[in-house]
């Protein structure tokens, strides 16, 4: 891998640690605020509707500028929504557009990676990305809690610079302090990133172009058989992460009677899980063979139910840590097979943009629902049932279809023998 790679993943790494880390500050000025417990789910809401909101617009414009550029741009949108929690605008708004920030930096940091590096080297870096970010959640999700934990902010508020007064005298504004510096860090970063000197020329600028190309492709790769399958397994993993993440929190708090600063660390454990089950797949499961993972996501959903039995620290650390190598050894295979099959079908910028769309849509819907089901006051050991059973459920369906294409698919291809 040559030096500008290196750059790009310095970028990705800050850019990444900054967004979770920011999150838990978030979530902890809103409890400063005495907000109800709904709005805490909805944080995360905030931040991808962007994502869903621009999808048809945001690789267009990554690709109308140097992407080292694009990520400068977004990564300034990052802190600028940074500086709106400063000024005292609410945490849902000025986490927004934080994620506006996020959503335009997206396919730029993964459409850089086919200007500067060859075809061969692509699955290797997409693997060092992947692994980064999620390096970045462990550690931004800690470093959150950390930063509003009590000997965190009181470290952070005994720091004086002579002559000057800072203005910071919460354990918010210290820990946002901090989170503005890595994003500044991340854009000095972009700054390094070289130039590919990749060029498109011809744009669309039609927003109603640019959306009748976005549904074409869209409709492209849910109509294509093994599009379809992949397309809707990391759908419902990126929803249940982003959900389980909220309900890890919310058990932690209410099951194993843990703060808010302790508790990041069971977010930490699946994280951990995530990545050792995301590299044995991608060890052991070559491309060909990637379907016969979709059993995995069942005994996922089944496996997280466990957590209504358990009151005991010692037990969350493993079962948390099992439930995240289940659906990082469930979905690693799915994205490759996802990516792939874009690539076949369209531009692999456009398929990302697809698969940002539904995941994101996903996120958004199952983190609604969640609110609805804390607004209602709704048992939380019913909650995580219903949430491990409709994993289950849906991904039996989602196995169901796929049987279903590979007969219709064994059928055709009998018709066509008997012709000759």
Not at 234 to 260: C, D, N, Y
Not at 353 to 378: D, G, H, K
Request: with cysteine; aromatic share 10%; glycine share 8%.
């Amino acid at each position: 891998m040559n030096r500008g790679f290196y750059t790009i993943m310095a970028a990705q790494f800050f850019s990444s640690l900054a967004d979770n880390a920011l999150l838990l500050v978030a979530i902890d000025v809103l409890v400063s605020m005495h907000a109800p417990a709904s709005l805490t789910p909805l944080l995360k809401l905030s931040f991808v509707l962007f994502y869903v909101l621009l999808a048809a617009f945001v690789g267009a414009f990554a690709d109308s500028l140097p992407k080292g550029r694009v990520m400068f741009i977004a990564n300034l949108i990052k802190v600028f929504g940074c500086a709106l929690m400063f000024l005292a605008v609410h945490p849902l708004v000025a986490y927004a557009v934080v994620g506006f920030g996020a959503a335009v930096y997206s396919p730029a940091k993964y459409g850089i990676l086919t200007e500067l590096l060859p075809p061969e080297k692509l699955v290797a870096a997409n693997g060092w990305i992947e692994g980064l970010t999620v390096m970045s959640i462990i550690f931004g999700t800690v470093m959150g809690g950390a930063l509003v934990s009590v000997k965190g902010s009181a470290l952070l508020l005994s720091f004086d610079i002579p002559f000057i007064d800072t203005g910071i005298d919460t354990t918010s504004e210290a820990a946002m302090a901090v989170v503005v510096v890595i994003y500044l860090a991340a854009a000095l970063f972009n700054l390094r990133i070289p130039e590919t000197g990749a060029r498109y020329e011809h744009q669309e600028r039609n927003p109603m172009k640019l959306v009748a190309d976005f549904a074409n492709c869209s409709a492209t790769l849910w109509k294509d058989k093994l599009g379809q399958i992949s397309l809707a397994v990391t759908t419902l993993f990126w929803g249940a992460g982003a959900t389980l993440q909220f309900i890890v929190l919310k058990w932690a708090e209410r099951s194993l009677h843990m703060p808010l600063d302790k508790a990041t660390s069971l977010i930490g454990v699946v994280a951990i899980g995530v990545a050792i089950g995301a590299a044995l797949a991608a060890r052991v499961i070559p491309l060909r063979k990637s379907l016969t993972v979709i059993p995995m996501g069942i005994l996922m959903g089944l496996v997280v139910m466990i957590m209504v039995f358990v009151r005991d620290v010692i037990v969350a650390y493993p079962l948390l840590a099992l439930i995240g190598f289940l659906s990082g050894f469930f979905v690693v295979p799915m994205n490759a097979l996802l990516q792939h099959r874009g690539h076949v079908l369209m531009s692999a910028g456009h398929s990302i943009a697809v698969q940002n769309f539904n995941e994101n849509l996903s996120i958004l819907t199952m983190l609604a629902l969640y609110s609805i089901m804390i607004t209602l006051n709704l048992d939380l050991d019913m909650i995580i049932v219903m949430f491990g059973l409709s994993i289950a459920g849906i991904t039996w369906l989602i196995m169901k279809r796929h049987q279903r294409n590979q007969a219709q698919h064994d059928s055709l291809a009998l018709i066509g023998e008997h012709k000759h």
